[in-house]
């Protein structure tokens, strides 16, 4: 894929892995669109940035989808890439709390229902667009769990397994619409504040390596431990899921 010169939609804009890549887009000489709840955030980075703008969305909330694509259908006509980055986890293990129901129902909604529902809805968008692509963040946990975060994982295995047949259905469909999977490593990023690890990666350096992939159109992008990761699940699921929870503790 071509990395200057698109119009890129980033939800989870505001901090983290989505404003690295807001930054480094933008450096690049791209239109990003910063998406996530926390206006005054996503305003305060906007401004710092050659050329970026807002919407303010909370994507666990099907009205405000349906709202974030209009606005795109209006007032983004040249959006040629989607980066579906946001993403919620609590940590807990299992049976220490008694609500893991409600706290997987929340981590679903925002983390994978989002993703289909904007997915379906913005590849038509893209469609006749060149340079057309769709990256979806998912994790080197949709392989196997971390018990630090098991209904979170589980949310992420449904997103692999969704990016996989998205992918295979719009190459049957022959569409020029590409999707890309980031399967982020343990990032230093906010959301991983909670994490006692000292094998955090910088969200710079992951984004570096996605932007590079991109460029050789490796659609499913593994960074960092994901990689190792990988290498364990060919030996062995037992393996990986003792490496990854040996990371985690
Ligand atoms: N950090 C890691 O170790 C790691 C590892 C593997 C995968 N990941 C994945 O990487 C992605 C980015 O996370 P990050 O590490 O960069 O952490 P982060 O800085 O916490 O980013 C998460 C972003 O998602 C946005 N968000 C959360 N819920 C939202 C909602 N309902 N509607 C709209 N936006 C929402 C947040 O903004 P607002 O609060 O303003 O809405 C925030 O900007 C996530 O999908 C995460 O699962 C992270």
Do not use: W
Request: net charge neutral; charged share 20%; proline share 2%.
């Amino acid at each position: 894929m071509k990395t200057t010169g698109n119009t890129i939609l980033i939800t989870g804009g505001g901090t983290g892995m989505g404003l690295e890549a807001a930054k480094q887009f933008d450096a690049m000489g791209n239109t990003v669109i910063l998406v996530a709840r926390n206006e005054g955030r996503l305003k305060e980075e906007a401004a710092k940035l050659n050329n970026a703008s807002i919407i303010v969305c909370d994507l666990s909330i099907e009205n405000d989808l349906d709202r974030l694509v209009n606005t795109v259908k209006e007032k983004h006509p040249n959006l040629n890439m989607v980066f579906l980055n946001a993403g919620i986890a609590t940590n807990y293990t299992l049976f220490s709390r008694n609500d893991s129901y409600k706290v997987s129902i929340a981590e679903m909604v925002t983390n994978y229902h989002s993703v289909v529902k904007l997915t379906q809805a913005l590849v038509p968008i893209l469609a006749d667009r060149e340079n057309a692509a769709i990256i979806i963040t998912t994790s080197g946990v949709a392989f196997v769990p971390d018990l630090q975060h098991p209904t979170y994982s589980a949310t992420k295995a449904a997103l692999h397994s969704y990016s996989l047949s998205l992918r295979l259905a719009l190459e049957q469909q022959k569409s020029n619409v590409k999707i890309f999977e980031l399967m982020a490593p343990l990032v230093d990023t906010p959301f991983a504040k909670g994490i006692n690890s000292d094998q955090k990666m910088a969200a710079s350096r992951v984004i570096q390596e996605m932007i590079a992939k991109l460029e050789l159109n490796e659609y499913e992008m593994h960074v960092g431990l994901t990689k190792d990761i990988f290498e364990k699940m060919k030996v062995s699921t037992q393996e990986a899921l003792h490496f990854v929870n040996g990371i985690t503790g």
